[in-house]
C-alpha cells in the first residue's frame, strides 16, 4: 500500500516537471542568450551586424574590445574634458571600495554597540532604525539634489560621506543579530588581561565576523559597481563604467558601431561575472540569509 | 572608592559606546532629517516668503484628467507596475521557487541563472533587452507578419508602456527566487515527512506547509512592497525618458529636479504623497499582523 503510494506521489511530480521544467528552462535561455549574441556581435563588422545579427562573426575581431577600451569616451561637465573606459573603470573602483568600506565601518561599529552595550539610548536606536525602515519618504530627490549641492560635496569624493550611514539598514540588522550571538566572556577574559573596549572590537569581534563581513561586502561591492543613477547624478565629472555605459548609449561613435558598444556593455558586466563564480555560494546564501533575518 | 571606580569603568564604557553610534546618527541627522526638513523648506518657500501655491498646483493638477497630465500618468502608471509586482509576479515568483525547492531537474542550474539579473547592472539588462527587442524580435516579427516598417517597441506609445511591463515580469519573477528557495529549504523535513505519511499531495505541501512555514519572511516582503507602493519604477530612464506614456512617479520626480526642475513643486508633491502612504504603511502593517499563522521553525 505504502509502495503504491509513493508511485502515485511520484507520477503527480513527474507530470508537474514535464510541464513547469521546460518553461523554467526555456526562460532561463532568454536570461542566458542575450550575452552570447552581445558577445558574438561584439567580434563583428559594424556593416556585418546590421546584415545578419544572428550569424555567428566572419572574422572573429577580438580586436573590437581593444578598440572600445582605447577609443569610446564620455564628456566631463566641461565639454572639453573626456574621460576614456580606463578612467571610468579607476572612477568605478574608488567609489566601489571607498563606499562599501565606509558604510562597513560605520554599520559594524553601531551594530557592536547597540548589541553590547546597554544603555536605554542603544534600545532606543534599535527600536527606530526599524520603524525607518518601514517609513517610505516619497519623492526626497528634488531635496536631496538640493542639499547635496548645498553643502557642497556634489562632483568630488566627498560624495564618498553619504556611504556613512545605517540607520534603518538591513545591514544593521544583520551584524546586530551576529553580534548579540556572540558571547560576552571573550571580552570579559581581555579585560582582565588588561585589555581594553576597543581590543575586545578590533581584535576578538572583529575576526569573528569576517566571513559575514565579506559576505555582505562582496554583495555591496557588486550594487555600488552596478549603480549608474548615483554618479551620473552627483559625480559628474567621474563617471564610473556604468555612468558611462549610459551616456555611451546615445553617442553617435556607438550609434553607429554597435559592435564596439557591445563590447564596453560586456566588459562592464565581466567582473561581476568572475565575482560571482568565485563567491557563488557565500552570495546566494547570503542573499536568502538577508531574506530570513527580515 | 567603589564608587567611583564604576563611575570611571561606566564612563570608559559610554565613551566608547558614544564613539561608536556617533557617526551613523550624524549622518541621520544630516541625510535623513536634513533631507526632509529641506522638503518641507522648499515645499513652502515662495518668492515673497512662505506659500501654500506648490500644493494648490498640485491638487489642480490631480483634477485635471487632460490627455497630457505627466502626474496623472506617473500615478497610473506606478500602480500598475505596482499591481504586477504584487497581485502577479510575487504568487509566480513563490511558486517556481517551489520547483526549484523541490530540486526539479537543473535545479542547481536554474538557481544560478536566475539569480543572475540580481547582480548585473539594470544598464546592461535593458541595453541588451533594447537592442534585441529593435533589432532580432523586431526582424523576426516582420518576416512573420508580412509588414515593411519595424516595430517601434520603445518609441511608440502603443508599445512602449507594453515593453517596459515586460522587461520587469522577465526579470521580477527571479527577483526573491533566492530568498523565497533559501527560506522554504527551512522547512524541517520531518514535518514534510510526517505529512507525506497522512497523504499529502505535491501542491498539499506547498499550501498547508511550506507557504505558512514561511510566511514571516513574505509578510515582510509584502509590507516592504505595500510600504513604497509609490516608489514602484521600472526603468524609465534608461529604456525610454518618460516619453510615449510611460511617465511613473519617480521618472516624474527625476523630471522635476533635472529635465524641467521645479525642485519646490517636487517637493510639495512628495511631501502629498509620503503622508498619503502613512495610512496605506498603517493599513498593510495591521493586515500582516491580523494573518496570524502561529507557526514557528
Request: overall charge positive.
Amino acid at each position: 500500500m505504502k509502495v503504491k503510494e509513493k508511485n502515485i506521489k511520484s507520477t503527480q511530480e513527474i507530470i508537474v516537471s514535464c510541464i513547469v521544467f521546460p518553461i523554467l528552462f526555456l526562460w532561463s535561455i532568454t536570461l542566458l542568450y542575450p550575452y552570447l549574441w552581445a558577445f558574438l556581435n561584439s567580434l563583428k563588422e559594424p556593416g556585418e551586424f546590421l546584415l545578419d545579427s544572428f550569424s555567428l562573426p566572419e572574422k572573429w575581431l577580438f580586436s573590437n574590445w581593444n578598440t572600445a577600451i582605447s577609443t569610446l569616451r564620455v564628456q566631463k561637465s566641461n565639454p572639453l574634458e573626456s574621460v576614456g573606459i580606463i578612467g571610468m573603470i579607476i572612477n568605478s573602483i574608488w567609489w566601489m571600495f571607498g563606499s562599501v568600506l565606509v558604510n562597513t565601518i560605520v554599520t559594524l561599529m553601531m551594530a557592536y554597540g547597540l548589541s553590547k552595550y546597554h544603555f536605554r539610548v542603544g534600545k532606543f536606536l534599535h527600536a527606530f532604525s526599524l520603524v525607518v525602515m518601514t517609513i517610505s519618504v516619497v519623492g526626497a530627490f528634488p531635496s536631496q539634489y538640493s542639499l547635496y549641492n548645498k553643502i557642497g560635496i556634489t562632483n568630488s569624493p566627498a560624495m564618498l560621506l553619504t556611504a556613512a550611514g545605517c540607520i534603518g539598514s538591513s545591514a544593521l540588522l544583520i551584524y546586530y543579530s551576529f553580534f548579540k550571538n556572540i558571547s560576552w566572556s571573550y571580552a570579559e577574559a581581555v579585560f582582565i588581561d588588561g585589555g581594553g573596549h576597543w581590543t575586545v572590537f578590533l581584535r576578538v569581534m572583529i575576526p569573528q565576523a569576517v566571513p559575514i563581513i565579506s559576505a555582505m561586502a562582496v554583495i555591496g561591492c557588486i550594487g555600488m559597481w552596478n549603480d549608474y543613477f548615483t554618479p551620473y547624478i552627483y559625480l559628474r565629472d567621474y563617471p564610473t563604467l556604468a555612468t558611462g555605459l549610459y551616456l555611451l548609449q546615445t553617442s553617435s561613435l556607438t550609434m553607429n558601431n554597435k559592435p564596439l558598444y557591445f563590447a564596453v556593455v560586456l566588459l562592464s558586466a565581466l567582473p561581476i561575472f568572475v565575482i560571482f563564480m568565485i563567491f557563488q555560494d557565500k552570495i546566494m546564501t547570503s542573499v536568502s540569509m538577508g531574506g530570513l533575518k527580515g | 572608592m567603589p564608587l567611583k571606580k564604576i563611575n570611571k569603568k561606566t564612563l570608559r564604557e559610554a565613551g566608547f559606546f558614544f564613539v561608536m553610534i556617533i557617526i551613523p546618527i550624524i549622518h541621520f541627522c544630516v541625510f535623513w532629517i536634513g533631507v526632509n526638513l529641506n522638503s518641507f523648506a522648499l515645499a513652502f518657500q515662495g518668492r515673497n516668503g512662505a506659500t501654500l501655491d506648490y500644493f494648490k498646483l498640485f491638487f489642480q493638477e490631480l483634477s485635471n484628467t487632460g490627455a497630457n497630465n505627466k502626474l496623472l500618468e506617473g500615478i497610473g502608471n506606478t500602480l500598475i507596475i505596482f499591481g504586477l509586482n504584487i497581485l502577479i509576479l510575487l504568487p509566480l515568483s513563490v511558486l517556481f521557487s517551489y520547483f526549484l525547492y523541490k530540486k526539479i531537474l537543473c535545479y542547481k542550474y536554474l538557481r544560478i541563472v536566475f539569480f543572475l539579473p540580481s547582480i548585473i547592472s539594470s544598464v546592461v539588462l535593458v541595453t541588451l533587452y533594447k537592442e534585441i527587442l529593435n533589432g532580432p524580435i523586431s526582424n523576426l516579427l516582420m518576416q512573420m507578419t508580412g509588414s515593411s516598417s519595424p516595430i517601434l517597441f520603445f518609441d511608440s506609445t502603443k508599445y512602449a508602456f507594453k515593453s517596459v511591463l515586460i522587461y520587469i515580469c522577465w526579470l521580477g519573477l527571479a527577483s526573491n527566487m533566492v530568498i523565497y528557495s533559501g527560506t522554504m529549504s527551512r522547512t524541517p523535513a520531518e514535518i514534510v515527512e510526517s505529512a507525506k505519511l497522512d497523504g499529502i499531495g505535491y501542491f498539499g505541501e506547498l499550501v498547508k506547509i511550506v507557504l505558512p512555514l514561511m510566511w514571516p519572511t513574505l509578510s515582510v516582503i509584502v509590507l516592504l512592497a505595500v510600504v513604497g507602493i509609490f516608489t514602484a519604477d521600472g526603468p524609465i530612464l534608461l529604456m525610454t525618458q518618460g516619453q510615449y506614456e510611460t511617465y511613473t512617479l519617480g521618472y516624474w520626480f527625476y523630471d522635476k529636479t533635472i529635465v524641467n526642475p521645479n525642485l519646490n513643486y517636487g517637493a510639495a508633491v512628495g511631501i502629498c504623497f509620503t503622508f498619503v502612504s502613512i495610512p496605506i504603511t498603517l493599513f498593510a502593517r495591521w493586515l500582516v499582523n491580523k494573518v496570524d499563522l502561529d507557526v514557528e521553525f
